[in-house]
Nanobody, 123 residues
Framework: QVQLVESGGGLVQAGGSLRLSCAASGRTFSSYVMAWFRQAPGKEREFLAAIRWSGGSMAYADSVKGRFTISRDTVQNAVYLQMNSLKPEDTAVYYC????????????????WGQGTQVTVSS
């Protein structure tokens, strides 16, 4: 059974940085695509970034391109989201997700989800 556990959220001032971690277990992830989503209060969950576990190719939503960086550590079995130049509108619960093979931005096509970690950016 795949388990994804996020950590690293918290309260940060606008302009600051945070690094989120997602510890992955329960499977060999070589054929998986890992992604980060977020959900702000009253809004739909939105795609942020995705990375192929094997090859490291990445994709980003326009809203975070240039500020957020997704990476993975195949030894630690973890995926990270480095978030820089944070804005109050980045306040949300951030989720790690996984699916096999095909990279997609569509949240309904991800099979596995973590419990989320809260990020709050103060102005």
């Amino acid at each position: 059974q795949v388990q994804l556990v996020e950590s690293g959220g918290g309260l940060v001032q606008a302009g600051g940085s945070l690094r989120l971690s997602c510890a992955a277990s329960g499977r060999t992830f070589s054929s998986y695509v890992m992604a980060w989503f977020r959900q702000a209060p009253g809004k739909e969950r939105e795609f942020l970034a995705a990375i192929r576990w094997s090859g490291g190719s990445m994709a980003y939503a326009d809203s975070v391109k240039g500020r957020f960086t997704i990476s993975r550590d195949t030894v630690q079995n973890a995926v990270y989201l480095q978030m820089n130049s944070l804005k109050p509108e980045d306040t949300a619960v951030y989720y790690c997700a996984a699916r096999r093979v095909i990279a997609t931005t569509k949240l309904g096509e991800y099979d596995y989800w973590g419990q989320g970690t809260q990020v709050t950016v103060s102005s």
